[in-house]
């Protein structure tokens, strides 16, 4: 089964809560975006890694299926980065869309721990010339950590890490990578 797939599974799902009443207080549906950094692993194939850092943003929405789990949907950039494989300099940039299943823990108060667990479809693009290495897709888990505040009823912040598996083209053969997330960002509930 392909990420697009579940895409489309998770769409249906959430149509068919939209006919479910709302939740006290508002529906359980909420829209976010984060903005963050990441760090892009070794590619493999002997690279040396001459940037492998960037500026990264985001957009998620998401279904509350009780008040401590849920499931979201989600875009975002993984980074940008720059390597040189034998005598080729090349570049790549790595975008990701996927699904999660989300559970919190309430800490103290307004905060809670969240932890999230999904299967996410890393597209990267990426140009190194002679080398012969170029861009790829993979599918692979995804998983992540983070803490969240309730802002006001309708208004979350969070600061989390997320990690993507990602690849390269290499000759016909995929080598294999992982990108870090780490970010803020701010959740907006239906009312």
């Not at 194939?45 to 001459?50: H, I």
Request: net charge positive.
């Amino acid at each position: 089964m392909n990420i697009k797939t579940l895409l489309t599974i998770a769409c249906a799902a959430s149509a068919t809560f939209l006919a479910a009443p709302a939740m006290a207080g508002g529906t359980p549906f909420y829209i976010g975006a984060t903005l963050g950094a990441s760090k892009t692993a070794s590619i493999g194939l002997g690279a040396n890694m001459t940037k492998s850092s960037d500026v990264v943003a985001g957009v998620l929405a998401g279904y509350r299926i009780t008040p401590n789990f849920g499931i979201e949907g989600f875009y975002t950039g993984a980074g940008k980065f720059n390597a040189t494989v034998g005598l080729a300099n090349g570049n790549g940039k790595v975008d990701v869309f996927g699904i999660d299943a989300i559970g919190w823990l309430p800490i103290a108060g307004a905060f809670s721990a969240y932890g999230k667990l999904g299967l996410a479809s890393a597209k990267t693009t990426a140009s190194f010339g002679s080398a012969g290495l170029g861009g790829a897709t993979r599918t692979a888990a995804t998983y992540g950590l983070g803490v969240q505040y309730a802002a006001t009823p309708a208004l979350d912040m969070r600061v989390g890490w997320d990690r993507f598996g990602a690849a390269v083209d290499a000759n016909g053969t995929n080598s294999n990578f992982h990108a870090d997330v780490w970010s803020a960002g701010i959740v907006y509930h239906f009312q």
